[in-house]
């Protein structure tokens, strides 16, 4: 079956730990994004990659990092920089560009990571 | 940048009933897509329905539909003969249409529904 998977479910980490979230999908999409939901919050854009190699900063990318080196994956690491990073964090896909258009962005089941 | 903003942090509605998700948004763009995610308590998102700004008729799928007013930069969702599995969060979400759409969907805070039987 064709879909996004992210793991772990739930992760827990000590303060000043980086902590790394996979993000892996076989829909064969070439745009991938990383979001951050907060409670009382809408998702907020952390980073985004439309190409492998390639990515851009979103909304609020202080204090994480990612890479793309395949098409089919691309994690996110939460650095010890990221001052309050105790929330849930979504995972999508998308068709690029010129397709993109109305398509809509397919999103995995989430990461919960809470820091102690 | 954009900016979505759903007025309405919770609403409730008996079950059969319609009911209505207030939705605005603020962009200098002409090109642009608008989206309603529906987030369950498993906390997975779910397209619920889309609307391609430069379509002046209202997007419709099954049970739900939109008042697209462009002018008033409105977005509104409604929901006929609620069921219990509509209850969640709601998000409305916008989207640029400028490079292809690929930057990224910009989000409201959200309105939890909540199904009364």
């Known amino acids: 079956d064709g879909g996004i998977t992210q793991s772990p479910k739930y992760l827990f980490r000590k303060e000043g730990q980086n902590v790394t979230l996979s993000c892996e999908q076989n829909?064969?999409?070439?745009?991938m994004y990383w979001y951050r939901q907060d409670p009382g919050q809408g998702l907020r854009l952390i980073y985004y990659?439309?190409?492998?190699?390639?990515?851009q900063k979103g909304d609020i990318a202080e204090g994480y990092s990612v890479s793309r080196e395949k098409k089919e994956s691309f994690p996110l690491t939460v650095t010890s920089a990221q001052k309050n990073p105790t929330a849930f964090y979504l995972c999508?896909?998308?068709?690029?560009?010129?397709?993109?258009?109305?398509?809509?962005?397919?999103f995995g089941p989430g990461t919960r990571l809470t820091v102690l | 940048a954009q900016t979505v903003t759903q007025s309405q942090p919770e609403m409730s509605v008996q079950e059969a009933e319609t009911v209505t998700l207030s939705c605005t948004y603020d962009?200098?763009?002409?090109?642009?897509?608008l989206f309603w995610y529906k987030q369950p308590p498993s906390r997975q998102m779910i397209l619920v329905i889309r609307?391609?700004?430069?379509?002046?008729q209202n997007a419709t799928e099954n049970r739900f539909s939109v008042n697209f007013q462009k002018a008033a930069k409105s977005f509104s969702l409604k929901i006929s003969d609620s069921q219990l599995g509509d209850a969640a969060m709601y998000f409305c979400?916008?989207?640029?249409?400028?490079?292809?759409?690929?930057?990224?969907?910009?989000f409201g805070k959200g309105t939890h529904l909540i199904i009364q039987p």
């Open positions: 999508a896909s998308s068709i690029p560009l010129p397709l993109a258009g109305v398509n809509e962005q397919f």
């Open positions: 829909l064969n999409h070439d745009a």
């Open positions: 990659s439309q190409i492998v190699n390639d990515f």
């Open positions: 962009t200098s763009e002409s090109d642009y897509y």
């Open positions: 609307q391609e700004a430069y379509k002046q």
């Open positions: 979400a916008y989207r640029s249409g400028a490079g292809g759409g690929a930057d990224g969907l910009t």
